[in-house]
């Protein structure tokens, strides 16, 4: 699991730029849920509604969002992203460049097409 190199921020950056992100140890090991619903553990989700219908294309995606914003163990990554999934979503996920920056050098693959969504940070 990588985490993002610390490099000094700007003055007067805030979290977001500070802020370490991880990536999984490979992409093999993600097989995840595809359908149902699940409920998200509070450690990842702690919105208070940590529930997700994944046969909702809108909520898959936020809960990948979710959980590459906030994972920090490949465990993590490992049982809540599936590979095919992630690849397939990959382009309109909604995430901050940082974290869409270290996933695409780590894996190639994701960065086959251009993004169409990114979030500041």
């Given amino acids: 699991m990588a985490a993002d190199e610390p490099r000094p921020a700007p003055p007067g950056a805030g979290y977001a730029?500070?802020?370490?992100?991880?990536?999984?140890?490979?992409?093999?090991?993600?097989?995840?849920?595809?359908s149902g619903v699940v409920h998200l553990d509070a450690r990842l989700d702690w919105s208070g509604e940590p529930v997700y219908d994944l046969d909702d294309p809108i909520e898959l995606a936020y809960l990948y969002e979710v959980v590459l914003r906030e994972g920090s163990r490949h465990e993590e990554f490992a049982r809540w992203l599936d590979r095919?999934?992630?690849?397939?979503?990959?382009?309109?996920?909604f995430l901050p460049a940082r974290?869409?920056?270290?996933?695409?050098?780590t894996?190639?693959?994701?960065?086959?097409?251009?993004?169409?969504?990114?979030a500041a940070g």
Wanted: net charge neutral; aromatic share 10%.
């Fill in 17 to 34: 730029a500070n802020r370490p992100y991880f990536v999984a140890d490979t992409l093999d090991d993600l097989h995840g849920p595809t």
């Fill in 84 to 93: 095919p999934t992630l690849i397939r979503l990959w382009p309109t996920l």
């Fill in 99 to 105: 974290v869409r920056a270290l996933w695409e050098r």
């Fill in 107 to 118: 894996f190639p693959v994701l960065a086959h097409e251009a993004p169409r969504t990114a």
